[in-house]
Nanobody, 117 residues
């Protein structure tokens, strides 16, 4: 099993920055695709960014150029650097680990990000 714990959320003014962290309970990044998702009240959970086991990254268009996903293999920690934050970025951000449709995925508990105007 895998446990994921997010941290780093909080309140920030528009235009500000935050760095989210996701600590994994064991070394999984070499075989799992890791992703950051977010969900606002009344909306579907959506992918923000992902990084494959091979290190390839993908971003939703609205985040590209502002957000950066990265990982520290030695620390078993996934990061999301968020710059130029906008009020519409306000949501609960979740860390996710996946290794294909034949396997269960793992979710963190989420961390709240609130961007004020």
């Amino acid at each position: 099993q895998v446990q994921l714990v997010e941290s780093g959320g909080g309140l920030v003014q528009a235009g500000g920055s935050l760095r989210l962290s996701c600590a994994a309970s064991r070394s999984i990044f070499s075989i799992y695709t890791m992703g950051w998702y977010r969900q606002a009240p009344g909306k579907q959970r959506e992918l923000v960014a992902a990084i494959t086991s091979g290190g390839r990254t993908v971003y939703r268009d609205s985040m590209k150029g502002r957000f950066t996903i990265s990982r520290d293999m030695a620390k078993n920690t996934l990061y999301l650097q968020m710059n130029s934050l906008k009020p519409e970025d306000t949501a609960v951000y979740y860390c996710h680990a996946d290794r294909g449709t034949l396997y269960r995925g793992y979710w963190g508990q989420g961390t709240q990000v609130t961007v004020s105007s």
